[in-house]
């Protein structure tokens, strides 16, 4: 089914170089996992789900779209992810899903013309996500890769 919908865009011209192509590569064929808890799983056990929730204007195109476990999508419901991964979960999404998520928000404002807006025009405003969530420092990479780190000058 995602396959479908990925030749579809591919075939439309929505599915380009430009967008997130390479993360929905792999998405497509490394999709034995959930990408919220990483939890590895049969893919037939994953279930769809829409990073910025249908309700609130998410589509239905391949950047929107991510394979997760039914306990993670159950979880969220309708949540901003990143407000999901603050209060619920109490952890940094992994780095994939952190840098999938900001580069979906960015190209929301992009499209829409929010990049110079102020923050109580943005209030005033129907959103897919929820801006007083996006983290304003983030993790270092040796947070994520300590191994990296750990080798012995
Ligand atoms: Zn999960």
Known sequence: MIRAKAFKAYKEGRWNIHGLMQFNVAKIKENNFCWYCGKEMDPKELTIDHVFPRSKGGDNDMDNIIMVCKSCNSSKGNMDLFEWYATVRKEWPPLYILTHYLKNIYLYCEEHGLMSKHSYELDK?????????????????????????????
């Open 125 to 153: 405003m129907k959103l897919p996500f929820n801006w007083k969530y996006i983290p304003l420092t983030f993790p270092q990479p040796i947070e994520y890769y300590p191994e990296l780190f750990n080798a012995e000058p």
